[in-house]
């Protein structure tokens, strides 16, 4: 199971009109709403299964715990995250689940405590980057606020599966614009890393959000559109829910084509959900 985020579709998530705080306090935000779901967790209930094969509560934790680390590192030492990643990408269909294995392996109490302290010294060293600062990843190196942009939607996305493990509901809020914008960036690498070629023109993409309001992607007379719940659209991107699930709507055929393979995250696709048993089964009903 792999969901590091492009890069590039990260990047692109977040324009300059929106400050680096303002990403950083929604980050803040999603991480204390998943923080909540398992800080009482009795020690069992960490062993859970996921909708992730072979993921439980822990494994997940555990991802965004390294993950966080590991952006930690990129952030303060180039050299050293030079030397993780040329490891990391000798493995690239592992390395992400061998970091979540080995956190997974801890007292929950431990991990618990690990993810807390990893997330909030990246805050401090991203809140505290020089205006201009990039850092390196795994791909082209990122900007502060795309560094944030990326964690928020990775740490929504694990949020989701944890969830959905405990049988509960999350209350959708508008910090899903981050999250929805990689996954519309992101197009052409939804073709990309399936073999396929990327349609030429842009799509236009209109998402009901939370609080009514319209957020709107590519040119208004764009002849292959995507329209729907923002909530929907953020479950398909990051493969929550199976698209039968979701009131989703693609008008011509590449639009409807991409709502098949859409994804924000790096790596191979992986299994996604079944049909009837996707993150908030009839998300749009809600």
């Known amino acids: ?158 949020a989701q599966d944890v969830a959905d493990a405990l049988g509960v509901r999350r209350v959708p809020t508008d910090k899903l614009r981050h999250v929805a914008r990689i996954g519309v960036r992101a197009r052409d690498y939804a073709y990309a890393v399936r073999g396929l070629s990327a349609p030429g023109e842009e799509f236009r993409v209109e998402l009901t959000a939370p609080s009514g309001a319209v957020w709107a992607y590519g040119p208004e007379d764009a002849a292959q559109r995507v329209t729907g719940p923002a909530l929907d659209f953020c479950l398909l991107a990051t493969r929550r829910a199976h698209r039968s699930d979701l009131a989703l709507h693609a008008e011509g055929p590449d639009a409807d084509r991409w709502l098949d393979i859409a994804q924000a995250f790096a790596g191979p696709p992986g299994q996604g959900r079944e049909a009837g048993g996707g993150a908030q089964e009839k998300a749009a009903e809600a």
């Open 1 to 158: 199971m792999s969901d590091v985020p492009t890069p590039a579709t990260a990047a692109a998530a977040t324009s300059a009109a929106t400050p680096v705080t303002a990403v950083l306090d929604d980050l803040r935000a999603e991480s204390d709403e998943l923080d909540r779901l398992v800080a009482e967790l009795g020690e069992g209930s960490w062993a859970l299964d996921t909708p992730a094969p072979g993921w439980t509560i822990a494994h997940q934790i555990a991802h965004l715990a390294w993950t966080d680390r590991a952006a930690l590192l990129a952030a303060t030492d180039a050299d050293a995250f030079a030397g993780h990643a040329a490891d990391a990408l000798k493995k690239p269909d592992s390395f992400v689940d061998d970091g979540a294995r080995e956190g997974a392996a801890l007292p929950p109490a431990e991990l618990l405590a690990r993810w807390r302290a990893g997330r909030e010294e990246l805050q401090g060293v991203l809140r505290a980057a020089p205006a201009g600062a990039r850092f390196p990843w795994y791909g082209p190196p990122m900007s502060a606020a795309s560094v944030g942009t990326a964690r928020l939607m990775e740490t929504w996305a694990h």
